[in-house]
Structure formats: structure tokens, C-alpha cells
């Protein structure tokens, strides 16, 4: 059965850092591309990242780009988000979703962790 | 980057039909037939209800159908149970990113 499991959330202050992590079980990440996705409270879905099945390509919304960095551990089966520079619009609940072909949809995605940004 | 439009409502009686419109631009929805339709509860993580513009997963009932003209894509819901009653968001495939529609509060009335 897959299943996706982000921890890592919580409150940090403008201009800190947080780490999230994604348990990924059921499949192997070196065989799918992994996105980052995120939701203000009360709004709608955003695309943060990606990185491909090999981990040699990364992508980045405008809006996190050299702030933010995707990577992953194909022993552990972990896909992480570093963020650094938070802002309070970045504050939402961030799901780790499992990306398919050349669409780059998503058929499996997290519960979610929730990022709040304030002082 | 720009949100694809989406109407912020839409509703229904059950048993009736609805469609919902997801329009973009050149650059995404008119560009690749790579449009994703997704429906999520309070409280819940969406769930993926069309891939690649018409294609439904496995498990999703065939009462849910996906189309695209130019740079629009609809989702049309037949045969509204309560049970359909979400929010439900469009997404399209835009070269090295993906943009996701604002997302329609579908009501089952």
C-alpha cells in the first residue's frame, strides 16, 4: 500500500528555517518524480516542486526559488523540503505528493504538515 | 505562473449534471493535453479524479468526465450524489511547472 508521511511542521519566525520531511512506503522513490505541494489555510493549491525519478532535476515556483530546496534519500525512501528565508505567506499546509508521467499529476498524496510563518 | 481560472462556485440538484470550467493559457491548458482534475473535503487531501485531460483512475466512478477545448478544460460531474459535494481543483502541466486552478466549491443541494 503507498503511503506518504510529511513531519517537520510547525511555528518559526519570518526569516527562519524549517526542514519537512516525507516517509515515502509501499513503492520506491528512485522509480517516481516527487513533488511538494502547499495550501494557505482557506485557499487553494499551490505547486512548490519537484524533483525527477533520477534526483538529478529539480524544479521551483517563482515564488520559493533560492529559498527553498527539494531533495531526497533513495535508501531511507525520504523526500524532504528545506525552507530557508520563511515569509508569512508561506505559511500553509505543505503535502508531499507522488508525480506521474509526463503530466506530472498526482495519484498519491500526504495528510499534510502545517507551516506557520509569524512572530 | 498565473492560477488557472475557475469559477469559485457551482451546484446542483441530485441526480442532475454539472461542469466545471478551468481556463488557462497557451503556455499550459492550451499547450499540452496534461490537465489533472482533483476533489478534496474539509479536511481531507485532495484526491485525483481525471488525469491527462479525460482519463479516469481506477476506483473513480464514470459519472466523472474531463474535456478540453483550446485553452479551457471542463470537468462534468452526471448523476451528483452528496457525496460529490467538495471543492474541486483543475491543474495543468506548464512546461517545468505545474499551475493549479483557485479551486469550485461544488454544492449537492
Known amino acids: 500500500e503507498v503511503q506518504l508521511v510529511e513531519s517537520g511542521g510547525g511555528l518559526v519566525q519570518p526569516g527562519g528555517s524549517l526542514r519537512l520531511s516525507c516517509a515515502a512506503s509501499?513503492?520506491?522513490?528512485?522509480?517516481?518524480?516527487m513533488h511538494w505541494v502547499r495550501q494557505a489555510p482557506g485557499k487553494g493549491l499551490v505547486w512548490v516542486s519537484r524533483?525527477?525519478?533520477?534526483?538529478?532535476?529539480?524544479n521551483y515556483a517563482d515564488s520559493v526559488k533560492g529559498r527553498f530546496t527539494i531533495s531526497r534519500d533513495v535508501a531511507e525512501n525520504m523526500l524532504y523540503l528545506q525552507m530557508n528565508s520563511l515569509r508569512a505567506e508561506d505559511t500553509a499546509v505543505y503535502y508531499c505528493?507522488?508525480?506521474?508521467?509526463?503530466?506530472?499529476?498526482?495519484?498519491?498524496w500526504g495528510q499534510g504538515t502545517l507551516v506557520t510563518v509569524s512572530s | 505562473q498565473s492560477a488557472l481560472t475557475q469559477p469559485p462556485s457551482a451546484s446542483g440538484s441530485p441526480g442532475q449534471s454539472v461542469t466545471i470550467s478551468c481556463t488557462g493559457t497557451?503556455?499550459?491548458?492550451?499547450?499540452?493535453?496534461?490537465v489533472s482534475w482533483y476533489q478534496q473535503h474539509p479536511g481531507k487531501a485532495p484526491k485525483l479524479m481525471i488525469y491527462?485531460?479525460?482519463k479516469r483512475p481506477s476506483g473513480v466512478p464514470d459519472r466523472f468526465s474531463g474535456s478540453k477545448f483550446g485553452n479551457t478544460a471542463s470537468l462534468t460531474v452526471s448523476g451528483l450524489q452528496t457525496e460529490d459535494e467538495a471543492d474541486y481543483y483543475c491543474?495543468?502541466?506548464?512546461?517545468?511547472?505545474?499551475?493549479f486552478g483557485g479551486g469550485t466549491k461544488l454544492s449537492v443541494l
Open positions: 505528493v507522488r508525480g506521474r508521467g509526463a503530466a506530472w499529476y498526482y495519484d498519491f
Open positions: 524533483i525527477n525519478s533520477g534526483g538529478t532535476t529539480t
Open positions: 509501499g513503492f520506491t522513490l528512485s522509480g517516481y518524480a
Open positions: 491543474s495543468s502541466y506548464a512546461g517545468t511547472s505545474v499551475v
Open positions: 491527462e485531460v479525460n
Open positions: 497557451n503556455s499550459d491548458v492550451g499547450a499540452y493535453d496534461y
